[in-house]
Each structure stands twice: as structure tokens, then as C-alpha cells.
């Protein structure tokens, strides 16, 4: 009823010629208007200052006009710091047909992310981060199969993750982290997806080897309680440039292959991985993060070439290889933690001078300990390991 009486207003203006600026369409106008209502500045925020309906609405803040249709809305104010908005979602943003952007900056938009929302078949950019949304994603959002971009990061959504999600063509960026979500990760089709942050939710489950689409270059999947081998789903992901698995309980060992990879930053810390890592004839990566596994066998030299390498809290034996001490001292490794693992030892001067920039922490080994060097608060006191559990995992 109030949507039709709004209609018959704004007929009326445009009837008798009361607006002098250029106007969009009226399904625009009034969903412009419902939107405004449902949204208010917080305190501090001036952004629907300039929201005065008497004037073209494409003249608005964050406002951007196609001709006579709404083509991106980017609510709140963009610079760093802003307050924000407050409020709930109007579904009227799936009345703006033309709509291929949507964003709204950090804020507290509270409520559910609305269905209407996929009434909007043009959208390509959905990014609503670090606000109070709460509820499931809606599986309708599959039906946006022009989507590219979907950030719902930082929220409070719960359920699992929709399959439609997974079944968008053009997908690109999917970044869901720090909500709740739980159940497992679905197939993804798309072939030009490039990045999936999932960390800090709930999610479950395998992740079956063909899932991921070689394209991906970012995996964050930290944080989350997975299960299951990872070897067959890496071997695929010859692209990645960024990978952190940490904190999940995945199994199994991991292929030596995926050393060769160009990736900058590799965490798989706190997982229950078997198996020694297997060596590999090329390590071009930046950094490795393998540490809180149940990772075993002896270092690869090999591994001595990347900058920042976390191998603590697993359960490697024998010798440091000699190239680890090389490189640290030559300072073209920046950090080397290998605490708390079964190391039977190392060639290392105790008058060695272990450049500023580099930092090597060896407590809790099978050994003792050459050089006393500043190791993270985590470490703990404990130089070394009782000789019990050392003779229980020699050899």
C-alpha cells in the first residue's frame, strides 16, 4: 500500500513538471526511498546528507546512474575510520534492475542479508564486510550467475554454505571469513576463481580433490575443523600464491611436488598431518608455515631457501641440515623456529653471530642447545625435551 501511494506521488510530480533536475525511473526512485528509511547515518556519519529526494537521486553519495536506471550503490562513507550505517537490508535493492554493484562499508547492519537480493540478475560485485548480518546466505543467490565477487566477511551468518554458491559460473572472489558457518565446503565450478577465504567459521567435513578449480591463487581455509587428506586437492592447485590450512585435522602427508609451486605463504599450522614432508628438487617459496602438525621425518636441505620457515610443534628428527645454518647467517633466512620437535641437533658455533634480522628459536628438541637466542612467548621456558620422549621417537 505505501509502495503504491509513493507511485501515485511521484506520477503526479513528474506529471505537472515539478521535478527540473533529470530523474531515474520511478521502480528506482521508490526503491531509493526504502531503502533510506531502513538505513541510518551512525553518530559521526553525515553520508544521507545528501539524500534530499526533492533533487536527482543519481546526484546522491554513493549513488552512480546509467542513464535513467541505478547501475552501483556503495552506501556509507568510504574513507577509513567512517562510522558507518546502521539499520536493516530493504529487499526493494532487488527492485533496481540494472544494479550490477553493491556495497556497504563497515558498520552495524544488523538482520538477515534479504532473498530480493537475487531479483537484481545484474549483480557482479556483492560485498557487505564487518557488519551484524546474521542468519543463513540465501541459497537464491545462486541465481546471480553474473556474480563475481561475493564478501560477506566478518558477519554473524550461520548455516552452510549454499551449493548454488558453488555452481556460479563467473565467480571470482569468495571471501566468507570470520562468521559461523558449519557443514562442508562445496564444489566449486567456476573456472576463473581465483580466491576463497573461509577461516574462522565452523566448517566440516573433506574437501574432495576435485572441488577447487586450478585457477585458485588464494586459500585461506584456517581456523575451521576439516578433515581429511589435502595431497590430491593441492597437487591440482599449481596457481596458488597464498595457502594457509592451519588449525583444522587434516590428514595425510603432504606431496613434495607442491614445494615447487610459486607460493608466497604457505600455513598448515596446528592440523594432525602423517607423514614426513617429502623433499622436492626446487623451493621457491617465501614463506612456509607448517608448524602445530604431526608432521615427522628429517629436514630437506631444500628447505633452506625459503626466508621464513615455521617448522615448530611437530615431530621432525635428526640433524639440521648444514644449508640452514649457511643461509641463517648469511641472513637470507629471517626466521627459523624448529621448537618443540625431536632435532637430535646442529652445527652451529656457540660464538656464531646470528644477523639482527634473523630469528632462530631451537628450544624443546632432543639436543642441548649450541646458542641461546630470543625465541616467541609461546615457546616456553623449557630448553629441552624430557629424554623419555626423546628415546620414544628415535629413529
Not at 553520508?47 to 546512474?65: E, H, I, K, L, Q
Not at 652445527?347 to 634480522?357: C, E, G, H, L, T
Request: aromatic share 8%.
Amino acid at each position: 500500500m505505501r509502495f503504491a501511494t509513493l507511485f501515485c506521488v511521484l506520477f503526479l510530480l513528474l506529471r505537472f513538471g515539478l521535478f527540473v533536475d533529470a530523474i531515474i525511473v520511478p521502480v528506482d526512485f521508490l526503491a531509493l526511498q526504502a531503502i533510506r528509511k531502513s538505513l541510518d547515518d551512525l553518530p559521526g556519519s553525515n553520508f544521507f546528507d545528501s539524500w534530499d529526494f526533492t533533487s536527482d537521486p543519481c546526484s546522491f553519495a554513493g549513488v552512480f546512474c546509467d542513464g535513467d536506471k541505478v547501475t552501483a550503490l556503495n552506501l556509507g562513507d568510504q574513507k577509513a575510520g567512517s562510522p558507518g550505517l546502521s539499520g536493516r537490508l530493504d529487499p526493494a535493492i532487488g527492485k533496481l534492475s540494472a544494479l550490477t554493484e553493491l556495497s556497504i562499508v563497515p558498520g552495524r547492519i544488523m538482520g538477515s542479508l534479504p532473498h530480493a537480493i537475487s531479483q537484481a540478475k545484474n549483480l557482479r560485485f556483492l560485498a557487505i564486510s564487518r557488519n551484524f548480518l546474521s542468519g543463513e546466505i540465501p541459497a537464491s543467490l545462486g541465481e546471480l550467475t553474473g556474480l563475481k565477487t561475493l564478501d560477506l566477511s566478518y558477519n554473524q551468518l550461520t548455516g552452510s554454505i549454499p551449493p548454488s554458491i558453488g555452481s556460479l559460473p563467473e565467480l571470482s572472489n569468495l571471501i566468507l571469513c570470520h562468521n559461523h558457518l558449519n557443514g562442508s565446503i562445496p564444489q566449486f565450478l567456476s573456472q576463473t576463481l581465483t580466491r576463497i577465504d573461509l577461516k574462522r567459521n565452523n566448517l566440516t567435513g573433506v574437501i574432495p580433490p576435485t572441488s577447487l578449480p586450478p585457477s585458485m591463487q588464494y586459500l585461506s581455509l584456517a581456523w575451521n575443523q576439516l578433515t581429511g587428506r589435502v595431497d590430491r586437492v593441492l597437487l591440482r592447485l599449481n596457481q596458488l600464491n597464498y595457502l594457509d590450512l592451519s588449525l583444522n585435522r587434516f590428514t595425510g602427508a603432504i606431496p613434495g611436488q607442491i614445494f615447487a609451486f610459486p607460493i608466497t605463504n604457505l600455513q598448515l599450522q596446528r592440523n594432525f598431518f602423517y607423514g614426513a614432508i617429502q623433499p622436492a628438487n626446487e623451493v621457491t617459496i617465501p614463506t612456509i608455515d607448517l608448524s602445530y602438525n604431526r608432521f615427522s621425518g628429517e629436514l630437506s636441505p631444500l628447505l633452506s631457501n625459503v626466508q621464513n620457515l615455521y617448522l615448530n610443534n611437530n615431530r621432525f628428527t635428526g640433524q639440521v641440515p648444514v644449508s640452514f645454518v649457511d643461509r641463517l647467517l648469511a641472513a637470507n633466512i629471517q626466521t627459523l623456529y624448529l621448537q618443540h620437535n625431536f632435532l637430535t641437533g646442529i652445527q652451529i658455533s656457540p660464538a656464531a653471530d646470528i644477523p639482527v634480522s634473523s630469528s632462530l628459536c631451537l628450544q624443546y628438541n632432543c639436543m642441548v642447545l649450541p646458542v641461546q637466542t630470543p625465541c616467541p612467548v609461546k615457546a616456553g621456558s623449557q630448553k629441552t625435551r624430557p629424554t623419555t620422549q626423546c628415546n620414544e621417537w628415535r629413529g
